[in-house]
């Protein structure tokens, strides 16, 4: 896909062409070579310059000819000119043949001469024929000194602004008389394109979006019946979901012109400017009708007007109030389409988002397990797997993941099997960029005393447990000892399908499982640590949600305490009241601690009870520091493990004497064929 800037060399609006800017620099450059070459005319002579050794022999053969009676005196003296550091002898000598010089028996001559190292050669010379230099004279060129020092600085200052001025212009607006320009740039589906078939995890929206799609494409199919296409469409989103992604694909499938813009591009520090360029934008529309105009991140010009810093005057609200003005006014654009992206629609303008402007709005939510397999399978395209990999795997463990969270995954795990120097993308190197995309890379170089190695151990062994005792919870998936980004170890538990919501039970079971770390440092060592941090955190946010939010107090009922949990908008939400007493307040803090206290006491009940069962999870975990869910499963029936877990390290890099050439060697002498990099069996 590619960019091209429309009208970029047409003339302005009303005949008005643009100011000639390569006239002024052949002009520069005109005026330079003038002077250069009066510079270099005032600096040669009509003499005629010769060697010190030709001047040796014209003063031997009695050919320098000296007449102090004539006018002007024929002489010979000794120059130098200002500024330079040269010396000449200067003087008139006698002409073989008159004819050629134009009937002139003499002529002038110049011998260029160091004196301090030939001073006594030239007196003695001199001497021996009778001739004599007068003091030494000093000669200055006018021209050639007011083109050093005035003349030439000013042509080379005139073009260093020149230079200086056009890259600003360039950079603030594409010349100086399109400041006001629109930067929309029109896309061409040359190369890259994409299409729906591109696009996967988010039907309903493509199904929406496609509708305007058939209009462009066959008009009186909706216009038969009275339909009349949206004259805008919001999609809506969190970022990484698809929309700019969605927005090409309606570019690459829709047979009209495509201009593509960010909402950043019509704020400027010049008041009037932004407003100037939405009308521009839409001029060029209505020149291409019917149009398709992409506006991405639009919160950045579409923001509540009447709140925070800034009045009427300020010049984001004057740019909305003119998109407001050509999407619905008086002189409305047909045939133009707006479609913007945004992740805050809660901070844009109410009259921007009324039918009539921006008529539908398209919620383009994240990913279900099934269009998280779709996605992968997609980017997995572009890539090469070896046999057996089941995506649905890899999409079962990635609940929350946006699409470009997704396409990271299939990109770090391409990466990692480079980098092992396979063939092929294995489920391992897909499980393992999942983990990457989520909580970071393994830091095996991080150094742990065998102590915070068994505080972690045994802390991960207590959540694994009460996720194979509690029965309303997702099964256990993997447990790892490996620090991996800020966490000392992690917990992965694999939902065999996604939940929309949430019973209460599966909740209070949510919580149990989250106390398991703590209760277990607690049970093994009689004192805790700090690593239930974020524990304490996530188990807090459930508590409260499920008293404030959800009524599932019995105390406090059916009653939402609070406002909400949506991101705050300071021009907006300067202070947010509080709609319950200090009593309400007291009780909302006690059902909250309840329900945590009574978590706690159950999960050290089940810990306690099943305390060989930690104990061996732990000592597993110290031995292996990975193991999988399957592994659990068989501690908690045979009370070891039956299948031991293999325990993959990480390619040894390179040694920083090795070349890139000792490397591949190295690497094809390992494989035994012809292909480089491939890993050896064990």
Known sequence: MQDKEPND????????????????????????????AIWSKSFSDAS?????????????????????????????????????????????????????????????FSAPIILEWADEEVKELLAAKGLEITELSTESDGLGVMLLSFYLPIIFLLLLLYFLFRHQIKAAGKGAMSFGKSKAKMMTMDKGK?????????????????????YLRDPKKFQRLGGRIPKGVLMVGTPGTGKTLLARAIAGEADVPFFSISGSDFVEMFVGVGASRVRDMFEQGKKNAPCLIFIDEIDAVGRH??????????????TLNALLVEMDGFDTQEGVIIIAATNRPD????????????????????????????????????VKLAEGVDLG?????????????????????????????????????????RDKVRWGKERRSLALSEDEKQLTAYHEAGHALLGMLVKDTDPVHKVSIIPRGPALGVTMY??????????????????????????????????????????????????????????????????????????????????TPRNYSEATAQTIDDEVK????????????????????????AQALLLYETLDGVHVQEIMDHGEIQNPPSAPTPPDLPAESESKDQVVEKEEKDTGDDFPGELAPA
């Open 594 to 617: 309840k329900l945590t206290d009574e978590a706690y006491a159950e999960a050290t009940k089940l810990l306690k009870e099943h305390r060989d069962k930690l104990e061996a999870i």
């Open 9 to 36: 060399n047409d003339q302005r609006p009303g005949g008005e062409s643009g100011f000639n800017w390569k006239g002024l620099i052949l002009l520069f450059v005109a005026m330079g070579l003038f002077g250069l």
């Open 305 to 318: 007007r009447g709140h925070g810093m800034g009045g009427g005057h300020d010049e984001r609200e004057q």
């Open 194 to 214: 994409v299409t729906f078939k591109d696009v996967a995890g988010v039907e309903e929206a493509k199904e929406e979006v496609w509708e305007i799609v058939e």
């Open 393 to 433: 795997i890899i999409a079962r463990g990635t609940p929350g993941y946006s699409g470009a969270e997704l396409a990271n995954v299939i990109n770090e795990a391409a990466l990692l099997a480079a980098r092992k120097g396979l063939k092929a993308i294995n489920t391992e190197e897909l499980e393992e960029a």
């Open 48 to 108: 005629k310059t010769v060697t010190f050794g030709e001047f040796k022999n014209m003063v031997e053969n009695d050919r320098v000819y000296v007449d102090n009676d004539a006018k002007p005196p024929k002489l010979l003296k000794l120059v130098q000119r200002d500024g330079s550091s040269k010396q000449f002898i200067q003087g008139w000598y006698i002409v073989d043949n008159p004819e050629e010089n134009g009937g002139n028996k003499y002529s002038e």
């Open 494 to 575: 694999l939902p065999v399908e996604d939940k929309h919501s949430y019973k209460k039970q599966y909740l209070l079971d949510r919580l149990i499982l989250i106390m398991g770390g703590r209760v277990a440092e607690e049970l093994v060592f009689g004192d805790v640590t700090n690593g239930a941090a974020g524990d304490i955190r996530q188990a807090s946010e459930i508590a409260r949600k499920m008293v404030c939010n959800w009524g599932m107090s019995d105390r406090l009922g059916m009653i939402e305490y609070g406002e909400g949990q949506g991101e705050v908008f300071l021009a907006r939400d300067i202070s």
């Open 347 to 382: 901070v844009l303008d109410p009259a921007l988002l009324r039918p009539g402007r921006f008529d539908r709005e398209i919620t383009v939510s994240l990913p279900d397990v099934k269009g998280r397999e779709e996605i992968l399978t997609v980017h997995a395209k572009k």
